[in-house]
């Protein structure tokens, strides 16, 4: 059964850094577009960087451009989101999810949240970041 799991979120200061973890199992990690997302209380969901994993290209949102970055580690399945300089704004939920390369591309994915989890092939639970002093 095919499945992502976030880890790594938490509290930090503002300045900080933290960094998340999508573990990825049951699908071909190759085949698909990995994108962190996340969604503040009332807002809407957003894209804040996608890595297509059969090519290692990257799309990151103008927020978070300089800041984020998003890597893949093959051995262990994992795609991370490293965090820095972290701003209250960026508080929210973040999202682990894919997307076969075969229906969408990196800019796409992340510049056009859809609208319910489900609609994405596989989604994890979400982890909360804080940002706060």
């Known amino acids: 059964q095919a499945q992502l799991v976030e880890s790594g979120g938490g509290l930090a200061q503002p300045g900080g850094s933290l960094r998340l973890s999508c573990a990825t199992s049951g699908f071909t990690l190759d085949y698909y577009i990995i994108g962190w997302f996340r969604q503040a209380p009332g807002k809407k969901r957003e894209g804040v960087s996608c890595i297509d994993t059969s090519d290692e290209s990257t799309a990151y949102s103008d927020s978070v451009k300089g800041r984020f970055t998003i890597s893949r580690d093959n051995a262990k399945n994992t795609v991370y989101l490293q965090m820095n300089s972290l701003k209250p704004e960026d508080t929210a939920v973040y999202y682990c999810?894919?997307?076969?390369?075969?229906?969408?591309?990196?800019?796409?994915?992340?510049?056009?949240?859809?609208?319910?989890?489900?609609?994405?092939?596989?989604w994890g639970q979400g982890t909360q970041v804080t940002v706060s002093s």
């Open positions: 999810l894919a997307d076969p390369i075969v229906k969408t591309n990196v800019q796409a994915m992340c510049a056009i949240p859809k609208d319910m989890l489900f609609e994405y092939d596989y």
